[in-house]
């Protein structure tokens, strides 16, 4: 009898705990991971402030005889410098590496040289200014050096592949005897073939956050590019005072063999010449906005 009873109490015990309700423990709430976007677009603004291997031009004067250079001044810099203004777009592979490709267009400084004569009978002045623009295409790599949450100091280096879309030397000109007319001469020469203008860009910069999705940005950067003219135009107008203006075109070829020969094309002559490297080197500042989505 004490043996059913002892069951039959288990047993009303047992009933009575599985009629209760069960509170199921529910695992604590996670924070959603923030996730960034793994694009960008960027737009930038630089200026050459150093050609550093650039070729420049020097200014000269002279002295009594007409004879010798008594005086002469180099350019602060050659080609390359002044602004550059682009547009860029990436991805972001790794929390290390970006890759990405900018466009951007160097506007370049007017380089202005004079050259100054004083003779016995005569004096000549002149000035002769050079322009150039191009278009370039950088494929590029970011390596990150330090990350913070606020911002990060990165180095990029890249490819440059560039397109002369504008090169030119305009020079302006007064030769004046002493007794006599003077004459004006107005001449350019226009570089309207090259090849691909090739080098590299290397930067230093920080990153620092503005918004969710805005950024900012400061860097260094050093672009070394060089071309090769393949011909060029020249016109030149001289005008003597009291007679009709002269004018003179000529087309030049540049070749890295050839003769120094004379041709004929429309009408004009045509001279080869020797090709040679013209070097377009800056370091500089920039600064943009970049934009991820």
């Given at each position: 009898m004490g043996t059913v009873q002892a069951q039959t109490i288990a047993s009303?015990?047992?009933?009575?705990?599985?009629?209760?309700?069960?509170?199921?423990?529910?695992?604590p709430r996670q924070p959603k991971a923030t996730i960034e976007a793994p694009y960008y677009v960027k737009l930038y603004g630089f200026y050459?402030?150093?050609?550093?291997?650039s070729q420049v031009t020097t200014s000269y004067?002279?002295?009594?005889?007409?004879?010798?250079?008594?005086?002469?001044?180099?350019?602060?810099?050659?080609l390359g410098a002044g602004?550059?203004?682009?547009?860029?777009?990436?991805?972001?592979?790794?929390?290390?590496?970006?890759?990405?490709?900018?466009?951007?267009?160097?506007?370049?400084?007017?380089?202005?040289?004079?050259?100054?004569?004083?003779?016995?009978?005569?004096?000549s002045t002149?000035?002769?200014?050079?322009?150039?623009?191009?278009?370039s295409?950088?494929?590029?790599?970011?390596f990150k050096a330090l990350s913070r949450p606020a911002y990060y100091i990165y180095?990029?280096?890249?490819?440059?592949?560039?397109?002369?879309?504008?090169?030119?030397t305009t020079s302006n000109s007064l030769y004046a005897p002493t007794t006599g007319a003077s004459?004006?001469?107005?001449?350019?020469?226009?570089?309207?073939?090259?090849?691909?203008?090739?080098?590299?860009?290397?930067?230093?910069?920080?990153?620092?956050?503005?918004?969710?999705?805005?950024?900012?940005?400061?860097?260094?950067?050093?672009?070394?590019?060089?071309?090769?003219?393949?011909?060029?135009?020249y016109t030149s107008t001289s005008t003597k005072s009291g007679s009709t203006p002269t004018k003179s075109t000529y087309i030049y070829q540049y070749k890295t063999e050839g003769e120094y020969t004379t041709t004929k094309q429309d009408g004009v002559d045509v001279y080869q010449s020797a090709s040679s490297n013209v070097v377009m080197n800056s370091v500089g500042v920039g600064a943009g906005i970049l934009f991820r989505f």
């Open positions: 009303l015990n047992t009933a009575s705990r599985s009629s209760e309700p069960v509170n199921t423990a529910k695992a050459g402030l150093l050609t550093p291997g004067t002279s002295g009594q005889s007409g004879m010798t250079n008594t005086g002469f001044k180099n350019n602060a810099t050659g602004p550059r203004a682009g547009i860029g777009v990436g991805v972001i592979v790794s929390e290390f590496i970006n890759l990405g490709i900018d466009a951007d267009m160097l506007f370049g400084s007017t380089l202005t040289t004079e050259n100054n004569y004083k003779g016995s009978n005569y004096t002149g000035t002769t200014s050079t322009t150039l623009r191009v278009l295409i950088t494929p590029n790599i970011t180095n990029r280096l890249g490819l440059v592949g560039g397109i002369v879309m504008d090169y030119k004459t004006t001469t107005i001449s350019e020469t226009n570089y309207r073939e090259n090849s691909l203008a090739i080098g590299y860009q290397a930067a230093l910069g920080i990153q620092f956050r503005l918004g969710e999705s805005l950024r900012g940005f400061s860097e260094i950067v050093a672009y070394n590019q060089s071309f090769r003219p393949k011909e060029s135009l």
